[in-house]
């Protein structure tokens, strides 16, 4: 009996840690060519592991080679392990790292973080704990103490992630295919805020530079751009070219919402600086620094513009900020100039790193990747939401597993809508290395609804004490309207470069200004719900054209086609104000209607000859003596504001026409919505002479 518990213990003994195998003749004495050849292997796969992690890839082949020869080699398995574990394919590490503890725990003093670190990414979060656990008596004796302190914060995200995997979201993550990704690196997708262009950088053949980066050992980055076409489908994408494109690494950063300029990094100065290039036409211009204020003799890797293109979020690792790299804030001056920059603030930055910053279009959410908070590993996506009347940033909410994983989770942005989210990862439909994916966010799933019969048999099979239901995070389409369209001359539908002046017509302030395309004159502006907006288009030599859009706080996402035809400035043309409001029922002028009467008279000025008539209308109902009376009020209210500002009474007319002239169907008797007695309900002005 003895002697047969002797026997198991051996047994179990042997099996729980294998025979390390060196590689000596000793042990292979009838395959001395096979051993020759494995260690040849191993000489190659030595010298590039030598050279550092940067060529750990290369060294693949060779170890794997010779691990095919010998298996159960403990050091072999452990740098295998760390070569996988620094390449695109790090899921791969795992077996070997458990390989090598299981021949030799103690083949190197690092084993146990590295095997932890395998186990962390494949959320094995128990045993990474674990692992990491053992090697804390390493870290303790390391003599930067960053090291110790790396460790507890991956033991901190191996908790978070074992709740965060507790309580899934609902999303579909794709592929966006072969016209984006290539078998070689694509990454830090931006879009659109309609997602009707993509701009991205990758490391694939034929770039600009046409070679590979010795420092780097991969292709130089160029940057690429992808259009859909009618069906929604990304058309195969194009190398940007020259000018962006240069003879060294060119990568992509912020988009613009409508599409129209971009933020480049360029990492020829100063470990990496941020330029900016705009589409002029259908040719992009050559990148111009964003200026002192921004790019400093550190690292700034990337930004992003609020949907105002007033204010710049971006990436820096500069002298006094919290940890690594901070995010920061920099805002245009009155001469279009970048200013000083500030952080955001310790609600966003931490010790750690932040990176991959992007504000969406509503003006509010920022999302951003982070090495803190409540990371689950790596870098994970976190939303903040600033608070306008505080004027403070919310605390970070992780985004939820599985967009975010033990690695990292990194350079994510997000539709207008907020449906779609865009990022880069490594899965099993990748074409090769790094792919681009689309999220699709499906919200909570609805609960089932039981009848009482449905409930009286589960409650018999299996007993209910007490209903437990997860929290989940709720995926709220944003409050915002895209408004975009095409611009171009009434008469002959030339597309036309103009100007897109915003104003919040409560505030009477001009709070951003866009430009169409000069080629396509395509525009798009995004309109955070809670606001009044008032819309001009402007271009010399014609009439300015204006729209209204009141976006209340409850406003749901929309998407509106607004194409705008302007007319030339010549005898006979007409044009509504839309911003123009009174009183109810009355012919005062609210407060509201400043900044359209400002404009009107602004055009009085620069065309000093012009005369024209104010005409007044209502909708249909009411009688029509009172519509009559009140629109002739209302354009003579109109013609006593412009004189007063100095405009010649001689170079202006009033007329009330009432009911009249409805732009519709909406005479008494049928029914109408309140949009369309609103249409009715207008001021226009017409072009009397030059």
């Not at 042997?14 to 050849?37: C, R, V, Y």
């Not at 030599?541 to 007319?567: C, M, R, W």
């Not at 400043?594 to 008539?613: G, H, Y």
């Amino acid at each position: 009996m003895k002697y047969a518990i002797l026997t198991f213990v051996i047994f179990a003994t042997g099996s729980l840690f294998g025979q390390d195998i060196e590689f000596e003749k000793d042990n292979f004495p009838n395959n001395k060519d096979g051993l020759k050849e494995a260690k040849n292997n191993l000489k190659e796969g030595d010298q590039l592991f030598g050279e550092g992690p940067l060529y750990f890839k290369d060294a693949i082949p060779f170890y794997e080679k010779a691990q095919a020869f010998n298996p159960n080699n403990s050091i072999l398995n452990y740098k295998l392990g760390r070569c996988y574990a620094s390449s695109v394919h790090k899921y791969k590490a795992l077996p070997f790292f458990q390989k090598a503890y299981e021949l030799n725990p103690n083949v190197d003093p690092d084993l146990n973080y590295y095997l932890g670190a395998a186990y962390h990414l494949d959320l094995q979060f128990d045993r990474a704990i674990e692992c990491y656990s053992r090697y804390q008596r390493v870290a303790q004796a390391n003599p930067d103490p960053f090291a110790l302190e790396e460790l507890r914060l991956r033991i901190k995200q191996c908790n978070n992630g074992k709740k965060l995997v507790e309580t899934p979201l609902r999303v579909f993550v794709d592929n966006l295919g072969d016209n984006i990704n290539t078998e070689h690196n694509e990454y830090g997708a931006v879009i659109s805020a309609d997602e009707s262009v993509i701009v991205y950088t990758s490391r694939r053949p034929g770039s600009t530079a046409g070679k590979i980066d010795p420092s780097l050992n991969e292709h130089f980055e160029d940057i690429y751009i992808a259009y859909r076409d009618e069906n929604g489908e990304w058309i195969k994408a194009n190398n940007v070219g020259e000018p962006v494109n240069t003879n060294n690494h060119d990568a992509n950063s912020g988009l613009s919402a409508d599409g129209q300029k971009f933020i480049i990094y360029l990492g020829k100065n100063n470990g990496g600086d941020l330029f900016e290039s705009r589409l002029e036409g259908d040719i992009w211009s050559k990148p111009e620094s964003l200026g002192k204020n921004i790019n400093t003799d550190y690292h700034e890797p990337s930004a992003c513009y609020s949907p105002d293109g007033r204010t710049l979020y971006f990436v820096s690792d500069k002298p006094g900020g919290k940890g690594g790299h901070d995010i920061y804030i920099s805002r245009l001056d009155e001469k279009g100039k970048w200013g000083k920059a500030e952080s955001i603030g310790d609600a966003i930055n931490t010790p750690f790193e932040e990176e991959g910053v992007f504000m969406h279009p509503d003006g509010k959410t920022l999302y951003f990747s982070s090495q803190g908070h409540s990371s689950m590993g790596g870098y994970d996506i976190f939303k903040s939401i600033y608070d306008e009347t505080t004027k403070t940033w919310g605390t970070p909410m992780n985004l939820g597993y599985p967009v975010n994983t033990a690695d990292d989770d990194i350079f994510f942005v997000i539709s207008a809508s907020g449906r779609h989210g865009y990022y880069t990862s490594m899965n099993k439909d990748s074409r090769g290395l790094r792919d681009l994916y689309v999220i699709t966010f499906l919200g909570p799933e609805k609960p089932m609804i039981l009848n009482n019969e449905d409930n009286l048999i589960a409650s018999i099979a299996s007993p209910v004490q007490e209903t437990v239901i997860a929290p989940k995070m709720e995926v709220k389409e944003a409050q915002l309207t895209i408004l975009k369209g095409v611009i171009s001359d009434f008469l002959t539908d030339e597309k036309l470069e103009a100007e897109i002046e915003i104003v919040d017509n409560t505030a009477n302030a001009v709070i951003a200004t866009f430009t169409s395309n000069s080629k396509s004159g395509k525009y798009l502006v995004s309109l955070p719900a809670g606001k009044n907006y008032g819309i001009a288009v402007k271009k010399d030599g014609y009439l300015f054209h204006s729209e209204n859009f009141d976006i209340p706080n409850t406003a749901a996402f929309q998407e509106v086609k607004k194409d705008v035809k302007l007319k030339q400035l010549s005898v006979g043309n007409k044009i509504v104000l839309r911003n123009i409001f009174y009183d109810l029922d009355k012919a005062t002028l609210r407060p509201e209607s400043t900044v359209e009467l400002n404009r009107l008279i602004k055009l009085m000025n620069d065309v000093p000859t012009l005369k024209i008539k104010l005409g007044g209308h209502t909708d249909s109902r009411g009688s029509d003596a009172h519509n009559l009376d009140l629109s002739k009020r209302r354009a003579a209210a109109v013609v006593k504001y412009l004189t007063e500002q100095g405009i010649d009474a001689g170079r202006l007319q009033s007329e009330g026409f009432g009911e009249t002239q409805l732009v519709n169907e909406c005479a008494n008797g049928v029914k109408c919505t309140e949009e369309q007695h609103q249409a009715n309900r207008r001021t226009e002005f017409e072009v009397l002479s030059l």
